[in-house]
């Protein structure tokens, strides 16, 4: 299965751009990148997924490497509500659909 | 009204009882999930049922079992509860028809077991 290592924490200054980074050396060639993440202790939410190119939504752009083995999520301009645990999951193909949660990066944002 | 929910929000009881954690969603989804949390760290899975008369164990399932009494019910229960099962415990929904998968979480149940 296939793990991710990220950062424990990480400050950004309010209305500068998030990048927080995700290693995920041993993901396989069709097994998804997912970004999730947790304001407070509330309830994980979905922010953006990818294969293999870059993505971009409302909230966020994702950023693969060539090589698949790290990605980058972007916060183009952080705001005070963008302090959460974020969340860098590879999904697992087995047929499952499981999700494997590693510790997250814990990202403040600084008025 | 939000559209998946957890029975209750808070409990607290003692060890040996018999906890039953209920979770509903109207989002129509075929697939649910329940996943425990611990401070500091990320959602381990327990159990998970992609329809009605499908049950997965997750990556800790021991102490628990589960029941998904209808598409929208999905109750995970402890039999006899025990200190370390104290945790934050969220359900989660996603929908069988799309590669997304995103998953759809509850507000969570923060039980403590005395």
């Known amino acids: 299965d296939a793990k991710t290592t990220q950062p424990t924490s990480m400050d950004c200054a309010e209305g500068r751009a998030a990048n927080l980074p995700c290693n995920h050396s041993?993901?396989?060639?069709?097994?998804?990148v997912y970004w999730y993440r947790q304001i407070h202790s509330q309830g994980p939410q979905y922010i953006i997924h990818g294969l293999k190119n870059n993505e971009t939504n409302e909230m966020a752009s994702l950023i693969i490497t060539e090589d698949r083995k790290s990605s980058t999520l972007i916060l183009p301009h952080a705001t005070l509500r963008d302090t959460a645990v974020y969340y860098c999951?590879?999904?697992?193909?087995?047929?499952?659909?499981?999700?494997?949660f590693g510790t997250g990066t814990r990202l403040k944002v600084l008025a | 009204d939000a559209d998946v929910t957890q029975t209750p929000r808070n409990r607290i009881t003692k060890t040996g009882k018999r906890i039953m954690l209920e979770c509903s969603q109207t989002?129509?989804?075929?697939?649910m999930y329940w996943y425990r949390q611990d401070p500091g760290l990320g959602l381990r899975l327990i159990y998970y049922?992609?329809?009605?008369?499908?049950?997965n164990k997750g990556e800790i399932s021991d102490g628990y079992s589960v029941s998904r009494q209808a598409q929208a019910k999905f109750s995970l229960s402890l039999e006899s509860a025990i200190p370390n099962q104290t945790a934050l415990y969220f359900c989660?929904?996603?929908?069988?028809?799309?590669?997304?998968?995103?998953?759809?979480f509850g507000p969570g149940t923060r039980l403590t077991v005395l």
């Open positions: 041993t993901i396989s060639g069709n097994e998804y």
């Open positions: 999951i590879v999904r697992l193909t087995s047929g499952t659909y499981k999700y494997i």
């Open positions: 989002k129509g989804h075929d697939r």
């Open positions: 049922s992609f329809d009605v008369k499908d049950i």
């Open positions: 989660a929904t996603s929908d069988t028809g799309t590669s997304l998968n995103e998953q759809f």
